[in-house]
């Protein structure tokens, strides 16, 4: 993916800072900061110049404009990326929880999914694969490992294992296509899922992979999904960046 260049954001954006009022001034550059990224001045992707330039254009100090720039990728606006910098990000994907894949939900939210294969082999279903899928311990499954990135930037680790019917999936069909919409393709449908969604430290493989600072905190999901005849097809283990995903539930009153 082609590296962006720096957007220098003009000047006139912060001509109206009250340097000497009772409101801090990094709490104003990020507000504008934010507008900015709101109405598009600084669209989706666009990389921001580097601190000390921006710090030097506006007269301000670096640690102000660290402070601004950090409380924008707190709220998910921004991400740092290293050899890149800092990049302007579409919101955080809020996934609805039903049965849909991660890909089919970045496609419908207006981004573009990338994926890189991590691994892919055949393996023997050990006792907990057993049990997820159902089948018999020692069974063979298709074991694969993805990263999904949104717009270049990394989003979730998606663990897989599928029983013996899908063990000839391809990795060039799963770098171009959702799981979904492969297992579609070969007549499954997917009727139900079961699913459970949890927190934790990332390990360091995981921190390394989605960017995150050691022992950063991951949103967690794991699911086995059934088709119309009640056959486990998937069993999915999965991590995800906070600062990029949420999950949304509906409740309704019975």
């Not at 001034?25 to 990224?37: F, G, K, M, P, T």
């Not at 921006?54 to 402070?67: D, E, F, Q």
């Not at 890189?116 to 393996?123: C, T, W």
Request: hydrophobic residues 40%; glycine residues 8%; neutral net charge.
């Amino acid at each position: 993916m082609p590296q962006l260049p720096e957007q220098r954001l003009p000047v006139e954006l912060f001509l109206d800072l009250d340097r000497g009022g009772p409101v801090p001034l990094y709490y104003q550059v990020a507000s504008r900061l934010e507008r900015a990224i709101r109405d598009q001045t600084l669209p989706a992707g666009a990389r921001l110049e580097n601190e000390v330039a921006l710090a030097a254009r506006l007269g301000l100090s670096r640690p102000t404009i660290r402070r601004a720039i950090q409380d924008l990728v707190d709220q998910g606006l921004l991400v740092r990326r290293r050899g890149i910098g800092t990049q302007v990000v579409h919101g955080k994907v809020t996934r609805n929880v039903e049965l849909t894949s991660l890909f089919e939900d970045l496609e419908r939210s207006g981004q573009k999914p990338e994926t890189s294969v991590l691994s892919i082999e055949q393996v023997v279903a050990d006792e907990h694969v057993a049990e997820g899928l159902g089948v018999e311990r020692g069974s063979p499954v298709l074991h694969i490992s993805r990263l999904r990135s949104a717009d270049g930037v990394p989003l979730a680790i998606l663990d897989n294992v599928l029983p013996e019917a899908f063990v000839d999936l391809d990795r060039a069909d799963l770098e171009r296509h959702g799981l979904y919409q492969l297992l579609r393709a070969r007549g499954v449908t997917m009727r139900v899922a079961k699913q459970r969604i949890g927190a934790r430290a990332a390990t360091t493989k995981e921190a390394g992979l989605l960017d995150l600072p050691r022992s950063a905190p991951v949103l967690t999901m794991s699911r086995t999904a059934f088709d119309n005849s009640g056959v486990a097809v998937e069993f999915g283990q999965h991590c995800y960046r906070p600062d990029r995903y949420s999950f949304e539930v509906t409740l309704v009153d019975r």
